[in-house]
């Protein structure tokens, strides 16, 4: 009996190598997927395509979350505002990482809890809401240039051809154009946000990380049953 080694030492021999797997595979696709999400930023940063990469922008991040966990999104977020601030400097590091790692940590969350996309977008547009203003905000402090007051400039002129073209001749209130263009950068990212889940719908289930199911309307309107 004394020659036959006993089930519960072999197997925990066999988990053996797989506990020892784990830190370093974790640590390695923490670092292979910072430095997508800095190389993506990076990428378009200097030959934009439009929106097309945009979207991708919190997306890397979010999969770490999906894969490894809390500690993990956020160490890939750390990791690749430090990447950008070493290419790029510290300034366009600090307008990725809010919102866009900030996000991706949340949308992790979100899609690891199965919530609905009306909540994960919800709760996205609002931090995606605070970075425009925030990233207006870094850009006076640095530059000195209010883009907020362009756009409000904007705004009104779109809002007195609105007026002209109904018959009205007052001018808009600053309330209303205030309010207007609030609205708009709340509906900007609304509609970002509604993009980034479509692509990580289609993306991350074939990488076996699936995210929670969209809307049935829209599962009808991508002629996409499950």
Do not use: C
């Amino acid at each position: 009996m004394s020659d036959y080694p006993s089930s519960k030492v072999d197997s925990s021999k066999l988990l053996e190598p797989h506990l020892r797997a784990a830190p370093p595979l974790r640590m390695v696709e923490t670092a292979f997927l910072a430095s997508a999400a800095s190389l993506i930023y990076f990428i378009n940063y200097y030959f934009p395509v439009g929106p097309l990469l945009q979207i991708f922008f919190p997306v890397p991040v979010a999969l770490l979350y999906l894969r490894w966990g809390n500690r993990a999104a956020w160490m890939g977020a750390l990791v690749s505002g430090l990447l950008l601030s070493v290419l790029m400097g510290p300034s366009r590091s600090i307008i990725f990482v809010v919102p866009y790692g900030l996000m991706g940590v949340l949308l992790g969350a979100t899609w690891k809890r199965r919530a609905p996309w009306l909540v994960s977008i919800g709760l996205a547009t609002l931090l995606g809401a605070f970075g425009t203003f925030f990233r207006l905000w870094l850009l006076l402090v640095l530059s000195g240039e209010d883009v907020w007051v362009y756009s409000i400039t904007q705004v009104t002129n779109l809002l007195e051809w609105a007026f002209l073209k109904v018959g009205l001749l007052t001018q808009p209130s600053v309330t209303l154009v205030e309010a207007v263009a609030i609205a708009v950068v709340f509906l900007n990212n609304v509609i970002y946000l509604f993009a980034v889940h479509l692509a990580a719908w289609f993306l991350l289930d074939r990488l076996g990380n699936p995210i929670s199911r969209p809307p049935r309307w829209v599962q009808v309107l991508m002629d996409y049953e499950e």
